[in-house]
């Protein structure tokens, strides 16, 4: 489960990762040896929000996900590279046609409590994601067409999964994690008392949560890889972010996620490493589509063309970013360096405002939401840089629920002209639901975004298996909907993480998960 | 006097009935509901509509409240609807957290501020009242989050005396219950330091202002002319007289000392009612901001009832619910 909103997690928790090649300061990370691993040794990790529910098919916070990471596993997992690999599932194989997958079970799996895990598990968890009385907003992910995924158990350890066409953004569900069945049956899975004592099949089990405060995990001794490292997790809630960082200075923490306004100051610091990685996230500047403006597709290039990027990742992210010009993000596999760029230019943007019939600019007002101190500052930033080619931005800040009612309303026209946001994207390349014009006005393609091209191979994208050919059509996707500039594309932000040196067992290089991608391994020095 | 008090909690009712009702419909008429915070590319819209009518949020507002209000006389405060546990049992979690941070910082707070200001009054313009003035001024002027840091920045990372956040250490979960306590007690000193050097200052000037009018009242120049030794005047005829506001001041900040300290629980990470609440509104979490809501309410009115009590207590001119002769 938290293969899927890991992303989301990382960003708020920001766990650490490793410097790449040297891009802003260079420090060599020193990593303990396994033979150093202590036998009875304790992870402080802080989850930088409340817990709210400790049940995968339920949650929708990162502080969940992070603990949940922990507890439970699904029939698949991602590794740094985001490739699936073999979890619950020793493997899968999927039909010709496209339509049905199977998956094969491990036989040697055992709950928390002691009781054999089998492919009714697998099969409850999904119907139950499925059932419309259950408050699972994953369930639109297991439907297709409006008809849902038929889950079958095949064998005790077998499991097919029917799908009513071929849908390549399946895998990445399948990796949800796992509910026992034997006991969820027969309860509300909504209130359940589980859900606040789970029990899973990951490599820790729980053992208390104090609420606000922290919650402790200790080692599964039956884990089905092998025996972690660690004797027990505790995750502490700090919700403050400076004090997170100085509770991690004190040593009360063995990890703090670094503001980029910190990150000389830490590296100074003994006893730690700094890891920095990227991530799965792009911030943008969306402009809606159906204002007489922005309807023009040079409009929005000169727009692009008058954005110094530079300017902003120095001065908001101190560099720690890297600039964006395509709607997809670099350590995706499908991602495709290919488009049409418009670097900064404000000679060419006054030249295109002209040819459009702007000559003497325009005005618009660019939405924000409030407490996001990057976007607020993007905001104006861009607001003068705009203005150098005449074009004159109003700000407005708003808070982040009353914004999404503006973007999410049925309604054609929607009441905005432009706003400044970001989207954390799924393990799958998919972005069916963010470009296809079928998802305007209800969905996420709030901006009218409407090219028959690029729908028909957004379609063929998650309906295609092979993962080569996919590649190929997002690439096409990317070049289309860059040539278009919906959105002018700003940045990748960077995670800047650092870990104190007593802990081992980290992924270097960390993918976009961070080093903890595998918790089991993780160890602390005597 | 009996008769005052029954009819004081009679009107409780009423009250909160309007209370729950006005409450009830501003929260609704914030922007967003809770399944805003599910949104991800990839959840669709119709399951956010499904899930909105299986909390029943897809029903007009005053069939909700009508829905709530019966459900209130059953004695059942609702469910949370992100953890799906019962809004009483949430309250009542944070509440030891709560009641132990901000009741010490208050106690603390009135025990500080009552001396300081009377001994200012007394002393007037004397370096000792410049001084508390000064730092009065300057408590006032400093942002709760900032000092906290400076304090935790000092204290636990500088000097490493004490722990930085939160209210216990995970290692001693298995010791005996007064290292246990002591644990917690460490794990105050910081949060609750910050909470009074911030309010004492509003206190202090407020005693000291009151202590000043009284000395400058007529029967303490005779009480003076009398011949009675200052100390009588002081703290006989002065204090007494001078503690009335401060007596309001107590009783209004009783909803205060159960609703938490959102600030100060946030940077250090402690449990308790304040971060609850915010997360609540931010959440739009209906059925426990309700639930907070009503219980500050109903704390609020137990506060001015007592503080009402209180006054007819330390000042023998009031007389509650009794007819002027």
Known sequence: MWRKTFILLLLLVMLGGCAPSGQVGKRVVHLPDPSQADPHGRLILNLGGEVSILNPILSSDSASSAVEGAIFSGMIRFNEKLEPEPDLAKSWEVSKDGKTWTFHLRWDVLWHDGQPFTADDVKFTFDSILDPKVNSVRRSDYIIDGQPIVFKVVGPHTIQAVLPKPFAPFLTSAGMSIIPKHLYQGTDINTASLNRKPIGTGPFKFKEWQTGDHVTLVRNNDFYFGKPKLEAIIYKIIPDENAALLAFEAGELDEAGIPAKDYKRILTLPKINVFEYDTLLYTYLGFNLTKPYFKDKRVRQALAYAVDRRQLINLILKGHGSPAYAPSAPVSWAYSGDVPKYPFNPGKAKQLLKEAGYPNGFEFTCLVNQGNKEREKAAVILQQQFAKIGVKMNVRVMEWSALLKIVNAPKDPKEFDALIIGWSLGLDPDAYSIWHSSQYPKGFNFIKYQNKDVDRLLEEGRTTINKEERKKIYAQIWKLIAEDQPYVFLWYPRVIGAVSDRVGGLQLPPGPAGPMIYMEKVFVKK | ?325
């Open chain 2, 1 to 325: 006097m009996t008769k005052y008090l029954f009819k004081r909690l009679l009107q409780l009712i009423p009250l909160l009935i309007g209370i729950s009702l006005i409450s009830f419909f501003v929260i609704h008429l914030a922007p967003g509901d809770p399944t805003n915070l599910f949104t991800t590319p990839n959840v669709k819209p119709e399951e956010l509509a499904r899930i909105r009518a299986n909390f029943g949020l897809d029903k007009p507002v005053i069939i909700q409240y009508f829905y709530w209000l019966v459900n209130i006389l059953k004695g059942n405060f609702g469910t949370d609807l992100l953890t799906g546990r019962p809004v009483v049992i949430e309250i009542l979690e944070r509440l030891p957290a709560t009641l132990l941070l901000t009741g010490s910082a208050y106690i603390l707070t009135f025990l500080l501020a009552i001396p300081l200001g009377v001994l200012s009054a007394v002393k007037k313009n004397s370096w000792f009242d410049k001084s508390v003035t000064l730092f009065s001024f300057a408590g006032m002027a400093t942002p709760s989050f900032w000092l906290a840091l400076i304090l935790m920045l000092v204290f636990a990372v500088k000097l490493d005396w004490l722990p930085a956040v939160g209210m216990y250490t995970f290692t001693l979960k298995d010791s005996p219950w007064f290292i246990r306590a002591w644990d917690v007690c460490l794990h105050l000193i910081l949060p609750v330091t910050t909470m009074t050097l911030v309010s004492l200052a509003g206190l202090t000037r407020y005693q000291r202002a009151a202590m000043l009018e009284i000395l400058n009242k007529d029967y303490i120049r005779t009480a003076r002319a009398k011949g009675l030794p200052e100390r009588v005047v002081i703290f006989k005829h002065a204090l007494r007289n001078a503690l009335i506001p401060i007596v309001t001041i107590f009783g209004l900040s009783l909803p205060d000392i159960f609703g938490g300290a959102f600030i100060i629980e946030t940077v250090f990470g402690w449990p308790g009612m304040g971060r609850l609440g915010v997360q609540a509104v931010f959440q739009r979490n209906y059925p426990l901001i309700m639930g907070i809501v009503m219980f500050s309410a109903f704390l609020i009115i137990i506060g001015n009832l007592l503080a009402d009590l209180l006054y007819a207590w330390v000042d023998p001119r009031i007389r509650l619910g009794e007819k002027k002769q």
